[in-house]
């Protein structure tokens, strides 16, 4: 199966920004995606990225795409307490019917 | 819509015992998914299905069966319950036609085996 790698923990003050990085491995993958999950609940989309495409800005969230290293970086501005949640990466390659996920970043948001 | 349901939220098994857990969907998608969740180690596949009748294996498949009778009912069968399947249970939905590919997740089912 495909690799997708995360840190296992990220803590960041309220107000400050927060990244959460992600490296995967199927270079063929059209898409790529940030899902939240907080606690006791399923996993939500927060976006997602077009393999074509460098760069995604939604509101407070940044998608950062670096096709050469297979590098995918999530950054949250003014990080608030109620971002406090596991944060997981995932890749759908061309090649295949079932998606990819990371281990998830827990981000703590310290007030 | 509802979106994706899981039915229960909770369940105690003892060793040897088996259970299904229900999965449904109402948004009339082809794909249809079942994720455990370990702590730290993130989602592991069980199962998937690309449409009514056609099932397929993921990464973690042994000790469960699966079956799709209808686009809107996904099932997981574990039999002979072990305490390695404690974890929480995901199942998870997309429509591949749509332009993202996007997966809708239900609550989940949290699984002990005592």
């Known amino acids: 199966g495909e690799d997708v790698e995360q840190s296992l923990f990220l803590s960041v003050r309220e107000g400050d920004s927060s990244v959460i990085n992600c490296t995967y491995t199927?270079?063929?993958?059209?898409?790529l995606y940030w899902y939240k999950q907080e606690p006791g609940a399923g996993l939500q989309l927060l976006t997602y990225?077009?393999?074509?495409?460098d760069m995604k800005q939604d509101q407070r969230l940044t998608v950062l795409l670096n096709k050469k290293d297979k590098h995918l970086s999530l950054r949250i501005a003014d990080t608030q307490t109620g971002d406090s949640a596991i944060y997981f990466c995932?890749?759908?390659?061309?090649?295949?019917?079932?998606?990819?996920f990371g281990t998830g970043t827990s981000l703590t948001v310290i007030p | 819509n509802a979106g994706v349901t899981q039915t229960p939220k909770f369940r105690i098994l003892k060793i040897g015992q088996s259970m299904t857990l229900q999965c449904a969907q109402d948004?009339?998608?082809?794909?249809m998914y079942w994720y455990r969740q370990d702590p730290g180690m993130g989602l592991k596949l069980i199962y998937y299905?690309?449409?009514?009748?056609?099932?397929d294996k993921g990464e973690v498949p042994n000790g469960y069966n699966v079956s799709r009778s209808t686009t809107e009912d996904f099932p997981l069968r574990l039999e002979l319950a072990a305490p390695s399947q404690t974890s929480v249970y995901f199942c998870?939905?997309?429509?591949?036609?749509?332009?993202?590919?996007?997966?809708?997740f239900g609550p989940g089912t949290r699984l002990t085996v005592t």
């Open positions: 998870a939905s997309s429509y591949l036609a749509a332009s993202s590919y996007e997966q809708y």
């Open positions: 199927d270079s063929s993958s059209t898409y």
């Open positions: 990225i077009f393999s074509n495409m």
């Open positions: 995932a890749e759908f390659p061309n090649t295949g019917n079932q998606f990819y």
């Open positions: 948004m009339n998608h082809n794909y």
């Open positions: 299905s690309v449409g009514a009748g056609i099932t």
